[in-house]
């Protein structure tokens, strides 16, 4: 059969992904990408540790990053991206920095972190006052809010959930009642739902609708930062951050402030 009239592949362009040992999401991280991006993956030396800050630690260290940096260089990422919250929010903002430029040093590509995309995207939202939603530990959560503090911006409310494994099984309806509660009535400018491994897509329009403020979350706001760099925008229908026309919602109606009836 002659398929010479079909032409291609089409040229791609190319997002290094690094993530922990225990990401499992690479499925979601993929809705955010246009069609013309491809993810490539690799993920970090595995470790007996549960979620916490000593593991935070462990899978962020410059050697660790910068040999799955490297990992990556043959197939000539045009950005790489270090999809982990925790691990790039425990050194601080200052730590946050450092580790953009190992990981730039190993690969001479740009690099971006999940913690560094928040704040990008926060600044980019205009927002000053954000409230938290995290699956983790009081210990972890606190350094999350102290890390958003070290940027001069107010956390108005926070909500976590306590776990050390299998943040990826959480159902939305958790991600829900957690949202909810870590927003109400604090006057926060946007909610961030944090971790990488925890479930957020389809979720962050519904609650947008909802709390009427713009919702963003790790793996999004991830994506988001990655494909800028490359001139490109993330797909995601509905979602504030990523179209400008989804930041303005209706007023509140009395009834609907009694009902708040929401979904699950």
Not at 37 to 53: A, G, K, M, Q, Y
Not at 96 to 115: F, L, N, Q, W, Y
Not at 151 to 179: E, K, Q, S
Request: some cysteine; glycine content about 8%.
């Amino acid at each position: 059969m002659d398929v010479s009239f079909l032409g291609g592949p089409r040229p791609q362009r190319g997002v290094g992904v690094i993530a922990p040992f225990d990401f499992a999401l690479d499925r979601e991280l993929w809705r955010w990408v246009p069609d013309e991006v491809s993810l490539h993956l690799t993920r970090t030396p595995f470790v007996p540790v549960e979620v916490s800050l000593d593991l935070a630690r462990l899978v962020s260290e410059h050697q660790t990053l910068g040999d799955a940096v490297r990992t990556l260089t043959a197939i000539t990422p045009e950005v790489v991206a270090y999809a982990c919250t925790s691990g790039s929010f425990v050194g601080g903002v200052a730590g946050e920095r450092a580790m953009c430029e190992a990981m730039t040093r190993a690969g001479a590509v740009p690099s971006v972190t999940t913690s560094g995309a928040l704040l990008e995207a926060l600044a980019e939202l205009g927002a000053r006052r954000v409230a938290l939603v995290t699956p983790y530990t009081v210990s972890v959560t606190r350094a999350l809010e102290e890390y958003v503090a070290q940027a001069g911006v107010t956390v108005t409310g926070c909500a976590f959930m306590g776990l050390t494994r299998h943040i990826w099984r959480v159902p939305y309806r958790d991600v829900v009642g957690m949202a909810r509660r870590a927003v109400r009535g604090r006057g926060a400018d946007v909610l961030f739902i944090s971790c990488t491994n925890l479930p957020t897509y389809d979720v962050i329009p519904q609650l947008e609708v909802e709390l009427r403020i713009p919702v963003i979350s790790a793996n999004q706001v991830t994506m988001w930062a990655a494909l800028r760099r490359l001139g490109t925008r993330a797909v995601g229908p509905y979602q504030a951050l990523l179209d400008e026309t989804a930041r303005a919602w209706p007023p509140v109606l009395p009834e609907e402030e009694q009902q708040q009836e929401g979904w699950t």
